[in-house]
């Protein structure tokens, strides 16, 4: 139902919105003021009276072309608005089902985003987070060394880097973030930094069990050599004598029982010489 107190114009406006049609207006005015209303809305045509029946077809005509093409442009202009918004909400999705922690930071290290996941690493609630700068998350033995970090990735313009790091929780935990760093680039320029932060806190103590493993392994390993060369000395000084002996009697004359019994124990002898040697 239209207003009954619309003007001609006016009417004309509400019934294209209403049915998505042309309009061509049958005029006798054309003052500037009532041409220039109609010619906002490429909807609409007119044609000043009295004219002859080509001009009206002529005016229908590219009227209805006119509004055509807005039609079709208005119409790609609402699907690729749709397709954004799908697209940003599927990438939001991920990003907020990831098991990362994202964030980005400015080039005065203040925090402009972070995902649901960085929120959870760090203990802070979101609007707090965004009022800091990363440095503050940072260890304080570790705060010069990761700000540095960060000026020479931007002074050297290193698109792609990695860095471990130490930080404390809003609990006071300390957690290591393994972190992915990527330049945020606008017509070539670095505007801040995008984050992609692992929690490798349970990586990080692994390695450090192994090393302290392997050092025990080694030093265990060391301790029985230093055992073993001294037993090895210890047991060879009085082999040697024994062999010795042995040999000696070798040169005696003895009963064919006495010269077996040598020989069980020239073998014997041999055989822990070939162990001590080992």
């Not at 009417?11 to 109609?38: C, G, K, M, N």
């Amino acid at each position: 139902k239209l207003n009954g107190n619309l003007n001609g114009i006016q009417t004309a406006e509400a019934i294209s919105e209403l049915l998505r049609v042309p309009i061509v207006f049958l005029t006798a005015y054309s003052d500037a003021e009532t041409l220039s209303q109609i010619n906002r809305n490429s909807a609409y045509g007119f044609i000043i009276k009295p004219f002859q029946q080509i001009e009206l077809l002529t005016e229908i005509d590219l009227t209805l072309n006119r509004f055509n093409k807005t039609f079709e442009l208005l119409k790609d202009r609402d699907h690729s608005h749709s397709a954004l918004q799908e697209t940003e909400t599927f990438f939001r999705q991920i990003v907020n089902n990831v098991s990362d922690g994202i964030y980005r930071i400015d080039l005065q290290g203040n925090f402009t985003y972070v995902n649901p996941i960085a929120v959870i690493q760090t203990g802070y609630p979101e609007n707090e987070l965004l009022k800091m700068r990363y440095t503050s998350l940072v260890r304080n033995d570790y705060k010069q060394s990761v700000y540095f970090f960060f000026k020479n990735i931007f002074e050297d313009e290193i698109n792609d880097s990695y860095l471990e790091f130490p930080i404390l929780t809003s609990k006071g935990d300390e957690k290591w973030i393994g972190q992915k760093i990527h330049l945020i680039k606008i017509r070539n320029r670095i505007k801040g930094f995008q984050v992609i932060a692992r929690d490798i806190t349970h990586e990080r103590e692994f390695k450090e069990q192994l090393i302290i493993a392997k050092s025990n392994a080694e030093k265990t390993a060391e301790v029985k050599s230093r055992f073993l060369a001294n037993i090895s000395h210890e047991i060879r000084t009085p082999l040697n004598g024994i062999i010795g002996v042995v040999n000696l009697l070798n040169q005696t004359v003895l009963s064919e029982k006495q010269m077996s019994y040598l020989n069980a124990i020239t073998s014997s002898s041999n055989q822990l010489m070939g162990i001590i040697n080992d």
